[in-house]
């Protein structure tokens, strides 16, 4: 059955469903109507299915949309496996961000949980998603949702489900749940109707252990009390943010941190911002604008729903510059592992995922402290930290994509601690009468200078999924023989699970689950990674390259040379 076939019998079976309400059914016939079938082919060609970062998609009508549906099936699907897999009372967490339709999402899913006699604890307003894996396991619940879609653009809503542990559904939890969302058979059999009396408000107990447990990890508190009126600006881009940083730093002990009003108020529409992604630069256009005004020694702005974070530091004459999220993680990760007591280093570790700076595997080896790589995406850190607890003890992990988590208390991204920590770094750096620019130097001539690039092909619809999948099997078996100048010698099939020496031949087996992703190493020990995102419409392509750095005065030049390394990597991987 071709695409537009397919997405017809789809549009026809919800159109004559007798659970559809009119609204919807209009829309399906508006675009069943269209002369154009792209917009009905992309609207229902799929179901939405749980990737990197769970149910995501744009709003509107269509299996392949979020809407009243969507996230209905996703509820029912969860709740009979719940049902399946948990014995007595179940109980699970709702937590929503500032999108528009979030909070009705969130009281659809609810409402369906507690239809299903499910006890169901929701945050009567909206709030960070670490906030959510926190209340996971402080509410003691077999699971919880949060209505979000992160970074993506407005038109985009989302539905991240998650376990007992308080991480992101994985293997085999996440495929069985899809399977009981297939095997729902109708949306007459999704239970919508509520019953309000297992519907509770979580209260503000919740929060303030939170806090206490983010207070515990803060390194050098001394350095905090003499530096308490450094000038910070935060910035929440109109999304949770704003209801718990700046209590947080606050709580610290933080007192002068300026706040960018015009982007504070939540606002799904994101008025300021083309996209609420702390990774591009116009996001944090005004957040750097209000630091150059008050000489701020740290800028942050977080995402919609609170767990990533971006940094603006100034360099050596005084402008403003944003780390990247390699450096920003290999910055944090110096200052939390050369503060560890002598036992945690012994018995603790660090993870990261495949594609995130090799910078952290280097300084966390020279300091004698485990680090783990996981497949990208912080459900497969939290899987390991379960694997692993009792045995070691956890103490940070990250990713490149700005994700950052200290201590377990929390299972996903947390963007609320990780300010409250590079406050604390930024802090700790001017009590020693240095900056974090001159950190950030510091640290590249101890360890090694690596510097990474990201580049992203967006590749919209139907067609587009077609075109990524084109791509990744062409560079599978027809992988680059030179790259750089250099010859290409090891290649890892994430997806097969096998790395491949491509100078001799010789095969051995990846220790990680099968993935869709590609990693080339040069001759010169330059890293290119490839993979599709799991949360939108992209291909990504990550380039490592590394050298040393002999001073601080031959930073520019060497810093000149790795950007130019990156871009001809770049052109010669992706086009």
């Known amino acids: 059955m071709d695409l537009l076939s397919e997405s017809t019998h789809r549009a026809q079976t919800w159109l004559n469903s007798a659970a559809m309400d009119a609204a919807t059914k209009a829309g399906i016939q508006q675009l069943l109507n269209h002369p154009d079938p792209k917009g009905l082919i ?49 109980r699970v967490a709702i937590a929503y961000d500032c999108r528009n339709s979030s909070q009705a999402f969130a009281q659809i899913t609810a409402d369906v949980f507690s239809a299903n006699g499910i006890t169901v604890y929701l945050f009567p307003e909206l709030r960070p998603t670490p906030l959510l894996s926190f209340a996971i396991r402080y509410l003691k619940c077999h699971s919880g949702v949060v209505i979000t879609a992160s970074h993506n653009p407005k038109e985009y809503n989302g ?56 207070e515990k990890l803060i390194p050098k508190k001394d350095s905090i009390q003499r530096q308490a009126n450094i000038p910070l600006v935060y910035s929440s881009l109109h999304g949770a943010g704003i209801t718990m940083v700046p209590e947080c730093l606050k709580r610290l002990g933080f007192r002068n941190l300026g706040v960018v009003e015009e982007q504070q108020t939540p606002d799904g529409d994101f008025p300021t911002v083309h996209s609420p992604n702390p990774e591009e630069q ?49 910055l944090m990760m110096w200052f939390i592992m050369k503060n560890l007591p002598e036992a945690d280093r012994k018995t603790g570790y660090i993870a990261k995922t495949i594609v995130t700076t090799e910078l952290v595997d280097t300084i966390a080896s020279m300091l004698g402290i485990a680090c783990y790589n ?67 130097i510091q640290m590249y001539i101890d360890f090694g200078f690596y510097k990474e690039g990201l580049v992203n092909l967006v590749r919209q619809g139907a067609e587009g999924e077609q075109e990524i999948k084109r791509m990744m099997e062409k560079f599978r078996t027809q992988p680059p023989l030179k790259l750089g100048g250099h010859k290409t010698v090891r290649m890892l099939d994430y997806k097969s699970r096998i790395e491949k020496d491509l100078i001799t031949g010789k095969e051995t087996q990846i220790q990680l689950p099968a993935s869709d992703v590609l990693q080339f190493y040069t001759a010169d020990g330059s890293k290119i990674s490839v993979r599709p995102s799991g949360t939108e419409p992209k291909i990504k392509f990550y380039i490592s390259v590394h050298t040393k750095l002999p001073s601080k005065k031959e930073f520019e030049r060497i810093d000149q040379e790795l950007d130019q390394k990156i871009a001809q990597l770049s052109k010669e991987i992706a086009g």
């Not at 769970?54 to 269509?62: N, S, T």
């Not at 497949?375 to 390991?384: C, D, R």
């Not at 070691?392 to 950052?404: L, N, P, V």
């Open 374 to 440: 996981t497949l990208t995406g912080f459900k497969y850190i939290a899987e390991l930290m379960g694997q692993l607890e009792g045995t070691q003890k956890f103490i940070a992990a990250g990713e490149e994509s700005y994700g950052y988590m200290v201590g377990d208390f929390v299972r996903d991204k947390d963007a609320v601690s990780a300010c409250a920590f590079f406050a604390a770094l930024a802090a700790s750096a001017k009590d020693e009468g240095a900056t974090l620019y001159d950190w950030l």
């Open 159 to 214: 539905y991240k489900a998650y376990w007992a542990d308080g991480a992101q559904l994985v293997p085999p939890h996440d495929k069985n749940v899809i399977t009981e969302v297939n095997s729902i058979g109708g949306f007459e059999n999704i239970r919508f109707k509520a019953d309000v009396s297992r519907i509770h408000a979580i209260g503000k107990e919740v929060e303030d252990a939170y806090y206490r447990e983010v």
């Open 42 to 90: 992309d609207s229902f060609y799929k179901d939405l299915e749980f990737g990197t970062g769970g149910l995501r998609g744009i709003m509107g009508v269509g299996s392949n949309c979020m809407n009243r549906y969507t996230v209905g099936a996703a509820t029912q699907g969860l709740a009979n496996y719940l049902l399946k897999s948990v014995t007595g009372e179940i």
């Open 282 to 330: 116009s996001a944090m256009e005004l957040a750097l604008k209000q630091a150059k005004a008050v000489q701020a020694e740290l800028v942050m702005a977080t995402d919609p729903d609170t767990d990533r974070v971006g940094i603006g530091i100034r360099d050596d004459q005084g402008a403003f510059f944003l780390l990247n999220g390699n450096q920003a993680f290999s």
